[in-house]
């Protein structure tokens, strides 16, 4: 293996100033001037993690941060860090971050279209020692010594899958990277396909070592044309260099990697439905067992692995099994990426280590509440997750406190929902989704999904009676108990959630017609107040249906029964006397 | 074996089965709407749940394998409130008409409803309203009742090979329909009916002709005649409650007198006519090398359908000799009418089969009009004429047994036991012996060509001539026989064979697609057996002994391939590959 750059500067104005382009130039400059510009890559990143410290620059290898970097430091940086590997002491950043990133690590810092990027940061290191000193046995108990469980969302212990396909005998087994990523507002695959593509092709590699397979697919969905760019060009370079291919390394091993597509499917990134569809056939979930450890694609066992999982997997064998135990949780070990969004200061991609309270990541890497309103839940696990209320926040995150609390670990969705949000219109919004992605193949699932959004509805439009919320429980309880795959079985929990915590918010919407966060649309009334109104009938003149009657001296009145509370007036009222409840 | 306890009872069975199939062993029906014996299980109804003491997940029992040690449980509170939410499920989503439904009293949906004492349906009713496809002439799709349980998309495309059907659109608007949306009659579709023989409920059903037959019958100007093929005396006693396999010839004979037909015919008859023509040519290819060997049966019309749609190459080995009831088609209106002084004009020929691609067989080529009539005017499933017989009151149980017509109702055993799968060919060999030899083989019966074997391959000794013949049935089991052949013409090797006999349904025309529902291979077997004892009790049991058959031959068809028979009992096939390179 040939090295690339010898040092890779990040650089990125943290403040609002927008200087990077400007030390981006003087930094190329100094580097030509000492004749480094062979050895430096200098990047210019969106993001680094860090906000309000001015220009931050950061030194890789090494994970060395300055912050409030002014022209003025850049000779010293060159002379000190770039030249003799000395810390400017006087610039040092130590993050007070509570995050750990393990497999974002490189995500936004080295060149993901650049092998000797990723090589220059250790990459292929484990796939080299391994191929040189282990047996497919020690890799495997490696990673049982790591506690890594799948970070799709099932939490299935790793080492356990590839022991399975490990003892069956076949003349051909497979590698399946699950790159089918579908929850709403999630991203943390995409993102580590983009940028850092090759950890997951090594983990690729490194697994079919494990398990005896020679052949790997990652299956990605084909909306992600990036990831698809960059995954098909991070495989072009691992066969140039040998990393994949016949005898990979000089070694007997051999293992190559193809691309299939998925046509965004959300039912497809469940195993068996994903290995219906690389067969060519619909994207059907079939039962289990057989699980495809033992009989998976074309009926030959068949690991298939989340994207996060296998990125992790090469740093486990660099660093040991036992230090990724030594991070996280008892039951959880290492770190998890969440995307955090919602209605939180800082939305983005968060590593953590598993066993972090969910109040630690909202309010002290989520930097606390939007607008300062007050937090009303967490909602994890995407559309199969559930809504945990505020006095819960206390929990560490792992997958078995949150399963406890109705909801699940899933991909790693995390939204933030404060007073704004009604948590009827939540659940509403979250199994539409799953019945609209459902397959169609279990009655439990199909019908019983459409038939709870069909009472989530009559909540919601004030029409619904309080047997209504038990018909509900009803078909939830049916279809968590009944459905075949993942997506019936947890489709429920974002309805059944809401209900344990916030049932209260339900009965006003049956009970008082109310919807307290001002939603549900159907449960508003708009009427004017008259002390605010001064008469100057514009909110008359813009209402589309004509339900706004009078004139300047007696005043306007909104005829509620003709009004379609479609809020124009409320948005037009330059005086705030149009009120909504 | 693998010990384990369902509901407290201790149970030993075999590694492998599964949970649904271990409880019968001790007596318990975990109910199911989906699982059908002939077929894999999908897992889709999600009705057979079962749970594991202690364990809080639900199990599908029809996809799960019993394992050692297991506590199972299969009925309690909350499985049941479980399935009956299910089953309520489903109700909300399906038509409910069940008066009206052709499955009314047969229908497996309505039997569980039935049991699980089902009086409301708690959820809305969510009506499908899709357009029924009624083209093909043989088989009613009705898309609103479909449970979507998948048994006839696996019929059509594992069991069947034909791939016809398919599921369209996914999660509540998923539906059955042929790929492409297109019709039933413009869909690779063979006919065969066997989605309809495996349909739970009245989704797909064989196109009901009773109406015309009746008119028919009622007409005074008509001179109706019937027929029924060998299957059919087997299997109807089924709808009126009789022992499965019971054969009853004699009251179907009095049956159908009592229903208006004026003469009874039996297609037994010609089916030893056709085992005159068919070994004559099966003689004239082997023995004097006239004609393209292996020979190919060709009395199954969906056998025939899907020969010309996926192997038009092997068109030149199909036998030119119609199929029985289309011969005896033929001979009544034309030899009989002349027997009898009866205008052909007004005769109108019933056929009662086991069998919906019958009803498209009949109208198959000009030649099914050699008569100069269409030969036969209706054709009739095995579970139309047990309703015709219920409608018009016919006491069945209790009927005296009658006798068939003279001439066109007198058979061998070797003509009846063309309705189980090796049957023709068996009948075909006894004949074929004679006419190699000049005299009887010691041996009547040919064991090697009976069972539900999926392929069957044995060899027959005639005069020193090794003749290697294969038994298909169930359509999935063509092509390996055909490959074989396909890959030795091509290659100019040994041929694997000099005679086969293909039947599309399983277990041959017993397992038809007309047939009662319920059929299973101890059915099947039943049903044969029945076809088997008939055949042991005759006197005759070789076809060329049939004195009528000598007399037909005689008094108007000369000899076997004679001009006239060429004109009125053979026909050719044409090539009509659906899907080209």
Redesign the interface.
């Known amino acids: 293996m040939t090295m690339g750059y010898k040092k890779i500067v990040l650089l990125k104005d943290t403040g609002s100033t927008g200087r990077t382009k400007e030390f981006y130039n003087l930094f190329l400059e100094q580097c030509r001037l000492e004749n480094l510009q062979d050895d430096v890559q200098i990047v210019r990143v969106a993001d680094i993690g860090m906000y309000d410290k001015g220009i931050v620059v950061r030194i890789i290898p090494g994970d060395i941060t300055y912050a409030g970097v002014t022209e003025a430091h850049i000779q010293k940086i060159i002379q000190q860090t770039l030249k003799n590997n000395k810390p400017v002491k006087e610039l040092l950043f130590t993050r007070a971050s509570k995050q750990m990133r393990v497999v974002l690590k490189s995500c936004g810092e080295i060149d993901p279209e650049n092998i000797k990027d990723y090589i220059a940061c250790d990459g292929y290191q484990a796939l080299k020692t391994m191929l040189a000193k282990s047996s497919s046995e020690d890799v495997i108990n490696e990673l049982k010594t790591s506690g890594l469980r799948g970070r799709g969302g099932g939490g299935f212990p790793t080492w356990m899958k590839w022991k399975f396909a490990r003892q069956i005998e076949a003349d051909q087994k497979y590698i399946i990277c699950n790159a089918d990523e579908g929850d709403p507002g999630a991203y943390m695959d995409r993102s580590v396909l983009e940028g850092d593509p090759h950890s997951v092709v090594e983990g690729m590699i490194i697994a079919g070592y494990a398990v005896g397979a020679t052949k790997g697919f990652v299956y990605v969905r084909a909306e992600y044309e990036l990831a698809i760019e960059r995954v098909e060009k991070t495989i072009e370079q691992a066969r140039e260099y040998g990393l994949l291919g016949e005898h990979i390394l000089g070694s007997d091993f051999s293992f190559d990697l193809e691309i299939r597509l998925g046509a965004g499917a959300f039912v497809c990134g469940e195993e068996t439905a994903l290995i219906a569809s690389i067969e060519g056939k619909r994207g059907y979930p079939s039962p289990r067992p057989p699980y495809p450890s033992v009989k998976g694609l074309w009926g030959k066992p068949t690991v298939i692995n989340n994207v996060e999982t296998l990125a992790t997997v090469p740093v486990i064998l660099r660093k040991g099994g036992a230090w990724f135990a030594s991070i996280g949780s008892e039951n959880a070990k290492g770190t998890k990426v969440f995307a955090l969004t919602g209605k939180v200061k800082n939305s983005g991609l968060i590593e953590v280590p598993m066993g972090i309270t969910l109040r630690e990541i909202v309010f002290d890497i989520g930097g606390g509440m939007l607008n300062g309103k007050k937090i009303k839940a967490v909602q994890t696990g995407g559309p199969s997750g559930g809504v945990i209320p505020e006095h819960l926040l206390d929990t560490p995150v792992d997958y078995e406190n949150l399963q406890k609390l109705g909801s699940i670990m899933g991909s790693g969705g995390m939204i933030v929902m404060d007073e704004d949000d009604c948590m009827v219109d939540i659940a509403k919004f979250y199994l539409k989704f799953c019945v609209d992605e459902s397959c169609g193949k279990c009655a439990p699932c199909r019908i019983g999904g459409f038939q709870m959004l069909g009472y989530l509805n009559k909540i919601s439009e004030g029409k619904a009676g309080e047997d209504d919320i038990e018909l509900l429980e009803r078909i939830c309880n049916a279809s968590k108990k009944a459905s075949l795959c993942g997506l019936g079985q947890t489709s429920p929990n974002p309805v059944l959630s809401t209900l344990k915590y916030f049932r209260e918010e339900y009965l006003e919407h049956i009970r008082d017609r109310k919807c307290r966060a001002r939603k549900c649309v159907d449960l508003l009334t708009y009427h004017i107040g008259q002390e605010k109104c001064k008469r100057c009938s514009i909110c008359m003149r813009n209402c589309p249906v004509n339900a706004i009657s009078g004139d300047k001296q007696q005043g306007f009145l909104i005829d509620v029964n003709k009004c379609v509370k479609c809020g124009k007036c409320f948005d037009v009222c330059k005086f705030d006397a149009i009120i909504r409840e | 074996m693998i010990q384990a306890k369902i509901n407290g009872i201790d149970i030993k069975v075999k590694e492998g089965t599964s949970i649904l199939d271990a409880a019968k062993k001790v007596n318990i029906n975990i109910p199911t709407l989906c699982k059908h014996p002939d077929l894999d ?7 057979c ?1 079962v749970k594991v003491k202690g364990g809080n997940k ?1 199990l ?1 029992s ?4 019993l394992e050692k040690g297991m506590d199972i449980i299969t009925h309690d509170d ?1 499985l049941q ?3 009956r ?2 089953i309520q ?2 109700l ?2 399906h038509p409910n008409d069940c008066l009206q439904c052709a499955r009314n009293n047969n229908c497996e949906l309505q039997r569980l409803a039935a049991d699980f004492g089902i009086r409301t349906v ?3 009713h ?1 009506a499908k309203e899709l357009p029924q496809d009624s083209s093909s002439k043989t088989i009613n799709l009705v898309p609103d009742k479909c ?2 349980c ?1 048994r006839c998309v696996q019929v059509c495309q594992q069991m069947q090979d034909v791939w016809a059907l ?2 369209l ?6 539906r059955i329909s042929p790929a492409g949306d297109i019709n039933l009659s413009e869909s690779p579709c063979v006919r065969c009916g066997q989605c309809s023989a495996h349909c739970p409920t009245g989704a797909i059903a064989e196109f009901d002709q009773t109406p015309e037959v009746w008119k028919a019958l009622y007409d005074p100007n008509k001179y109706c005649v019937v027929q029924i093929a060998p299957a059919v005396r087997v299997a109807i006693g089924e709808a009126f409650g009789y022992p499965e396999g019971a054969n009853l010839t004699g009251k179907l004979y009095a049956a159908l007198r009592r229903l208006g037909f004026k003469a009874v015919f039996d297609t037994s008859f010609a089916a030893d006519l056709t085992v005159m023509e068919e070994a004559a040519e099966f003689v004239q290819r082997f023995a004097h090398g006239k004609g393209v060997l292996p020979l190919i049966t060709s009395c199954c019309p969906a056998w025939v359908d899907f020969m010309e749609k996926f192997y038009p190459d092997m068109v030149k080995h199909f036998s030119s000799a119609k199929s029985p009831h289309e011969m005896l088609g033929v001979l009544s209106k034309t030899y009989y009418a002349q027997q009898n002084a009866i205008d052909p004009a007004t005769i109108y020929m019933v056929s009662i089969m086991p069998c919906t691609a019958k009803k498209y067989e009949i109208q198959r080529s000009e030649e099914m009009y050699a008569s100069g009539y269409p030969d036969i005017n209706v054709s009739l499933t095995t579970r139309e004429l047990a309703r015709m017989i219920k409608q018009s009151g016919i006491d069945f149980m209790h009927l005296p047994e009658a006798q068939p017509d003279h001439v066109l109702g007198e058979y061998t055993g070797a003509g009846v036991i063309f309705g189980a799968t090796g049957g023709v060919m068996e009948a075909a060999l006894r004949t074929a012996h004679y006419m190699v030899t000049g005299t009887d083989a010691d041996k009547v019966d040919f064991e090697n060509v009976r069972g539900l074997k999926g392929v069957k391959e044995t060899e027959v000794n005639i005069k020193g001539n090794k003749i290697k013949i294969a038994i298909a049935h169930g359509l999935e089991n063509v092509e390996y026989v055909l490959r074989r052949v396909q890959k030795a013409i091509a290659e100019k090797t040994e041929l694997p064979y000099h005679f086969i006999e293909v039947m599309a349904c399983p277990g041959g025309c017993v397992g038809g697609g007309g047939q009662p529902y319920g059929a299973t291979d101890k059915l099947r077997v039943a049903r044969a057996h029945g076809l088997y004892k008939e055949d042991d009790d005759k006197e005759l049991q070789y076809s060329h002994h049939n004195p009528y058959i000598k007399k037909v031959y005689k008094e108007f068809l000369e000899k076997p391939l004679s001009e006239k028979s060429h004109k009125l009992l053979h026909t050719h096939y044409t090539g009509r590959p659906l899907y080209k390179k």
């Open positions: 299980a999908t897992a889709a109804c999600g009705i749940i639900m599908r029809c996809c799960t394998p909350e409130e479980a399935r939410t299910v499920l489903i909300s989503n708690a959820f809305p969510v449970i979507l998948g398919s599921f659109e996914r999660g509540f608007q998923t």
